[in-house]
């Protein structure tokens, strides 16, 4: 996850003294770009637990720590505990927390479910098919979970950040 760094990408642009290892670099993995830090994310829309729509530049202002998960995914419900306790430990920081479901839209009501039989707190949203699409193309996602943290601006800071269990995190946070 680490080795993939502007620092490094960079190293391979037009100034490079490599240039065919450099366009081979580049033609391998410009589809990655949207993961380098400081990248901008897509402004996409999701829906909120109350059907209105909600799109990620909303959440500019603010550290957003961004839970990719959903109801069926084993691995995303075991990170649950430590997501709660991480968003209760810094609720008056400068970061907020937003869980999106890769649920599809048949399951809906399953999700809305779940997240009061939990009880789920933070931004609970859900992501149509076309923004799971743009969100899975841009950040390379194979599976879920993933996290991501966002600056204030909205700009990335690590497109696969730690999960919520491994004390790598609140070092990231702090």
């Given at each position: ?29 410009s589809h990655l ?35 990719l998960w959903a ?83 909205g700009k990335i ?18």
């Amino acid at each position: 996850n680490g080795d993939f760094s502007k620092k490094l990408y960079s190293a391979f642009d037009s100034s490079s003294p490599y240039p065919e290892m450099a366009k081979v670099v580049k033609e391998k993995y410009s589809h990655l770009e949207g993961m380098l830090e400081g990248s901008d994310t897509p402004d996409v829309e999701f829906e909120n637990t109350k059907g209105e729509t909600v799109y990620l530049s909303e959440f500019k202002g603010k550290y957003t720590y961004i839970d990719l998960w959903a109801t069926w995914c084993g691995p995303c419900i075991k990170e649950i505990p430590s997501l709660q306790k991480i968003e209760k430990d810094y609720h008056d920081k400068n970061i907020q927390f937003v869980s999106v479901s890769f649920d599809k839209a048949k399951d809906r009501d399953k999700w809305l479910s779940f997240i009061e039989e939990k009880p789920l707190t933070g931004n609970q949203l859900i992501a149509s098919k076309e923004t799971n699409k743009i969100l899975s193309k841009t950040y390379n996602i194979k599976m879920i979970p993933r996290f991501i943290f966002l600056d204030p601006e909205g700009k990335i800071i690590d497109a696969t950040a730690p999960f919520p269990s491994d004390p790598m995190l609140l070092k990231l946070f702090d």
